[in-house]
C-alpha cells in the first residue's frame, strides 16, 4: 500500500508565504517524477509545478519565479515553497506521483492540501 499525504496549507495573506510537503510511504522500490496540482472550485486541475528523480524542475508559467519546487530522494518527500501569494493561487493542492512499488510502475495521488490567499 503507497500513500501520499500533504501538509503545510492554510491561510495567508496576499504576498505571504507557505511551504506545502507531501511524503510518500508504504511499499516503494523507486519514485520516478513528483508533481504539485492544484484544483479551485469550479476550475480544471491544474500542473503547478514537477521535478524529476535528477532534480530537473518544471513550472506553470503562472507560479514561475514565485514557487520552488523540491524532493528529498532518501526521505520520498516533495516540497512546494511558495511566495508572493496573491489570491488566484487559492485552491487544494494535490501531489502526484510516479512509483514502483512491488513491481508495477503507478500513478498515485494525495489527498490534497487547502491553501487560502486571503485577507
Known amino acids: 500500500q503507497v500513500q501520499l499525504v500533504e501538509s503545510g496549507g492554510g491561510l495567508v495573506q496576499p504576498g505571504g508565504s507557505l511551504t506545502l510537503s507531501c511524503a510518500a510511504s508504504?511499499?516503494?522500490?523507486?519514485?520516478?517524477?513528483m508533481s504539485w496540482y492544484r484544483q479551485a472550485p469550479g476550475k480544471q486541475r491544474e500542473l503547478v509545478a514537477t521535478?524529476?528523480?535528477?532534480?530537473?524542475?518544471n513550472y506553470a508559467g503562472s507560479v514561475r519565479g514565485r514557487f520552488t519546487v523540491s524532493r528529498e530522494n532518501a526521505k520520498n518527500i516533495l516540497y512546494l515553497q511558495m511566495t508572493s501569494l496573491e489570491p488566484e493561487d487559492t485552491a487544494a493542492y494535490l501531489c502526484?506521483?510516479?512509483?514502483?512499488?512491488?513491481?508495477?510502475?503507478?500513478?498515485?495521488w494525495g489527498q490534497g492540501t487547502q491553501v487560502t490567499v486571503s485577507s
Open positions: 521535478v524529476t528523480t535528477e532534480g530537473e524542475t
Open positions: 502526484y506521483a510516479i512509483i514502483e512499488s512491488r513491481g508495477r510502475w503507478r500513478d498515485y
Open positions: 508504504g511499499s516503494i522500490s523507486r519514485i520516478n517524477s
